[in-house]
Structures are given as C-alpha cells and as structure tokens.
Nanobody, 125 residues
Framework: QVQLVESGGGLVQAGGSLRLSCVDS????????MGWFRQAPGKEREFVAA????????YYLVSVKGRFTISRDNAENTVYLQMNSLKPEDTAVYYC??????????????????WGQGTLVTVSS
C-alpha cells in the first residue's frame, strides 16, 4: 500500500529556510514522478515542484524557482523540498504527491495518484 508521509513543516520568519521530507513508506513510488503541491487558506491547491523518477528532470512554480529545490533519494524512498528565502505568501499546507511527471507538472490535482496528509508551513513577516 502506497503511503506518503511528510515532515519538516513549521513556523519560520521571512527570509528563513525549511526542508520538507516525504517518505514513501509503501516503497512503491520508485518508478514514478514525485512532487509537492500547496494550499493556502481560502485558495485552491497549487503545484509547487516536481521531479522525475531519476531526478534528472525538475519543474517549478515560477514564484518559487530559484528559492526552492526538489530532490529525491530513491534508495531511501524519500523526496525533499528545500525552501530558502521564504516569504509570507509561501504560507500553506504542503502536500507530497506521486504520479507521472507529466501529470504532476500539468498542475492538475485530479491527475495525482497518491497524496500525503500534508504539513503546515507558516512564514511570519
């Protein structure tokens, strides 16, 4: 059974950094794309970043490009999101997602195959 478990969220001041982790405890996502979405209060869930199975291809939301870095360690069944230079507008619940790389970068939540439970990131000004 596929189960994605996120960790690493928390409260940080603007300009600070956080690293989110997502472990595939079911060990079944090693051959699919992995990514991160986020949902701020009162807003729709939006795509943030994705990586292909090999990690050779990555794709980012324009507003986070250059500040966030997605990576994965297939040996550890883990995908990471390093978030630097955080801004208050980055405040949201961040969700780990699994599916085809093309589906993830399309940004369509309905095409995601597996979701994590979410981890809250709060950036104070």
């Amino acid at each position: 059974q596929v189960q994605l478990v996120e960790s690493g969220g928390g409260l940080v001041q603007a300009g600070g950094s956080l690293r989110l982790s997502c472990v595939d405890s079911g060990r079944t996502c090693s051959n699919v794309g992995m990514g991160w979405f986020r949902q701020a209060p009162g807003k729709e869930r939006e795509f943030v970043a994705a990586t292909s199975w090999s990690g050779s291809s990555t794709y980012y939301l324009v507003s986070v490009k250059g500040r966030f870095t997605i990576s994965r360690d297939n040996a550890e069944n883990t995908v990471y999101l390093q978030m630097n230079s955080l801004k208050p507008e980055d405040t949201a619940v961040y969700y780990c997602a699994a599916g085809s790389f093309a589906a993830l970068v399309s940004g369509r939540s309905e095409d995601v195959e597996v979701w994590g439970q979410g981890t809250l990131v709060t950036v104070s000004s």
